[in-house]
C-alpha cells in the first residue's frame, strides 16, 4: 500500500472517489493505479474488503449492473466526508506531491535511460568504424596474399616451362643424333634443321601466347615423345 494511505485513509479515499461518481471495484483500482502513475497499483484483495467495510457501515451501497457490483456513496457517506474535509484535503495535497516526486523519478529514470542508450549506440558505432577498419585491412591483405600466390604460380609454372623445354630440346638433340647417318646432302641436314627450330620456335611462341596448366604440360610432352619416335622411324 503506498505510504500516503496509512492509518485508514484508503478508506476517506474511497469515499471520495465514489462520491465523484459510482463506479465498481475494478474502475476504483484503475483510478488509482493512473492518479500515481502507474507506480501504486492496488490488488482487488485490498480494495473489496475495504468496499464490502464500508458497505457494513452503510456508508456505501451497491448494485449489480451486467454482472458487475456498482457502488455508490450513501447520504450518510457523504456526511463521514464532510466531517473530514480538512483530512481529505491534506491527503489529496500528500497525493499531489508524491505524484510529483515519482514523475521526477520518472523523468530522471528516463534521462538516465536515454542517456546510457546514447552511450551504448556511441560506442556501436565506434565498433562498426573499428570492424569497417579493420575489414578493410584484411581485405587489403587478402588482396595482397592473392598477388604473391599469383606471382608464385606464375614462378612455378615459367620454371615447369623451362624444365619442360630442356627435356624437349634434348628429346631433339637425341632424335638427331640416333635418327641422322650422314649419308643425307648438306642441304637435306640444313633443311631438316630449319623444319626442327621452326617446329620449336613455333610451340614456344603458342606457349607464350597461353595459360600453361600441368594438364597441356603433359598432353604437350606425350605429343611430342610420340612425334620424336616418328621422327626417328622416318629417318632410320
Do not use: C
Amino acid at each position: 500500500m503506498s505510504p500516503v494511505f496509512g492509518h485508514g485513509r484508503l478508506r476517506l479515499y474511497l469515499l471520495k472517489l465514489l462520491e465523484e461518481s459510482p463506479r465498481h471495484g475494478y474502475e476504483v483500482i484503475r483510478l488509482l493505479q493512473d492518479r500515481f502513475l502507474g507506480v501504486y497499483s492496488p490488488s482487488p484483495g485490498t480494495i473489496y474488503p475495504r468496499l464490502a467495510r464500508l458497505e457494513e457501515e452503510g456508508l456505501v451501497t451497491h448494485e449489480v449492473v451486467d454482472g458487475k457490483k456498482v457502488f455508490t456513496i450513501t447520504e450518510r457517506g457523504r456526511a463521514e466526508l464532510n466531517e473530514r474535509l480538512d483530512e481529505l484535503a491534506d491527503l489529496e495535497q500528500e497525493i499531489a506531491d508524491s505524484v510529483r516526486d515519482i514523475a521526477r523519478e520518472v523523468k530522471e529514470d528516463v534521462r538516465d535511460t536515454v542517456r546510457s542508450l546514447r552511450e551504448e549506440l556511441t560506442q556501436m558505432a565506434r565498433d562498426v568504424r573499428q570492424g569497417a577498419r579493420q575489414a578493410d585491412e584484411q581485405a587489403r591483405r587478402a588482396q595482397k596474399e592473392a598477388r604473391r600466390a599469383q606471382r608464385e604460380a606464375w614462378r612455378t609454372q615459367k620454371a615447369e616451362w623451362q624444365r619442360q623445354t630442356t627435356e624437349w630440346k634434348e628429346e631433339w638433340k637425341r632424335v638427331w643424333a640416333d635418327g641422322f647417318t650422314g649419308e643425307g646432302s648438306p642441304a637435306g641436314d640444313a633443311r631438316l634443321g630449319q623444319m626442327l627450330a621452326e617446329f620449336v620456335e613455333e610451340v614456344r611462341s603458342d606457349a607464350a601466347n597461353r595459360q600453361v596448366t600441368e594438364e597441356t604440360l603433359a598432353t604437350a610432352q606425350d605429343a611430342l615423345y610420340e612425334a620424336a619416335r616418328r621422327i626417328r622411324d622416318a629417318l632410320r
